[in-house]
């Protein structure tokens, strides 16, 4: 428990970047996908399968240029959504191509290649998309009240009354109960945000809270999976009691997305 509450604390310079916003935090989520694509990908060599590392960095960097002329430039926001579109074409039909021509990889190295660059940069992008919307900007927080919430009320519901196993093929700690309680927790501490900032909204705030919970647990539980296939215990140790970038941040790989298109769709109209 010391060692989880210290690599906590060693979190805290990312809420520093969240309130600055901006470039220093697309700068940020930038190095978080890179890393996190490394340490994907080198799960996978495990399972004798090589990914096109080279290929992914260009098409996460590919991205990156996209969103960042798309948010940070005079360019027109209207049509970032083609602009991603694009990006998703070229970086299917380049990656699976590719398989084509290099004898070194086949089909499966590609469609991890692909699934890496989609997983992780792609998902994780979303959160600075989220700072620069031009209404509601400050519902970011929801992104990781959703997940990290959800992971710190789940962990001591299920210390407490945990007794019924989840997913125990893949997460054999994690148990129903504790899942109810960090839906439960994620709820009320969204609920406390939308009060407290955005009182008009509170309703969605809710909504967020249940929903965003389920998708940060979804989004453990995959990476979970992706883990037990690969035979590793952790995609990496760059994090003391937490393992790598992506064993933090698999959370919020589902989140950002859903906290994003939520606001899109059903508060900014």
Known sequence: MKTRIISSLIMLPLLILVLLGGIPLFCAVAVISFIAMYEFYKGFEHMNIHPMRIA????AAMLLVVIFVFLFSDADTGKLSEGLLLWVFVTTAVGLA???FLKTHDIVDSLVTIIGVIYLPFFFVHVALISQLPENSN???LVF???FCTDIFAYFAGM????HKLCPEISPKKTVEGSVGGIIGSIVISAVFGQLVCPQHIAGCVVMGLIGSIFAQCGDLIASSFKRKMGIKDYGNLIPGHG???DRFDSVVLTAPFIYYYIVLFINR
């Open 56 to 59: 992914g960095y260009i098409f």
């Open 98 to 100: 590719l398989s084509l």
């Open 139 to 141: 519902m970011i927080w």
């Open 145 to 147: 009240i959703t997940a």
């Open 160 to 163: 407490l009354f945990g007794k």
């Open 244 to 246: 790598g970038i992506l």
